[in-house]
Nanobody, 119 residues
Framework: QVMVVESGGGLVQPGGSLRLSCSAS????????MAWYRQAPGKERELVAA???????NYGGSVKGRFTISRDNAKNVVFLQLSSLKPEDTAVYYC?????????????WGQGTQVTVSS
């Protein structure tokens, strides 16, 4: 059974940092396209960062240079390092896994972790 579970959210002051973790089970993160999305109250869910099975990364425009996505293949975990946080980064952050085409290109969501940036 494919599952992803996020952790690491919390309350942080502007300018601070957090590291979010996405723990995977039932599949290998290095074989899936992994991504982080976020959704703020009253707004649509948006892509924050993604890492392909080959390791290439891409970022949403508002977080470029501040956030970094990475993965630990040995631990089967994907990370999102959040730095220079701003109040507008406040949102629920979701991990998403997409299986490769030969497995049906199915998407799987975690339950989300809340990040609040406030003084």
């Amino acid at each position: 059974q494919v599952m992803v579970v996020e952790s690491g959210g919390g309350l942080v002051q502007p300018g601070g940092s957090l590291r979010l973790s996405c723990s995977a089970s039932g599949f290998t993160v290095s074989r899936y396209a992994m991504a982080w999305y976020r959704q703020a109250p009253g707004k649509e869910r948006e892509l924050v960062a993604a890492i392909s099975s080959s390791g290439s990364t891409n970022y949403g425009g508002s977080v470029k240079g501040r956030f970094t996505i990475s993965r630990d293949n040995a631990k089967n975990v994907v990370f999102l390092q959040l730095s220079s946080l701003k109040p507008e980064d406040t949102a629920v952050y979701y991990c998403h896994a997409q299986s490769p085409p030969y497995l049906g290109a199915k998407g799987y969501w975690g339950q989300g972790t809340q990040v609040t940036v406030s003084s």
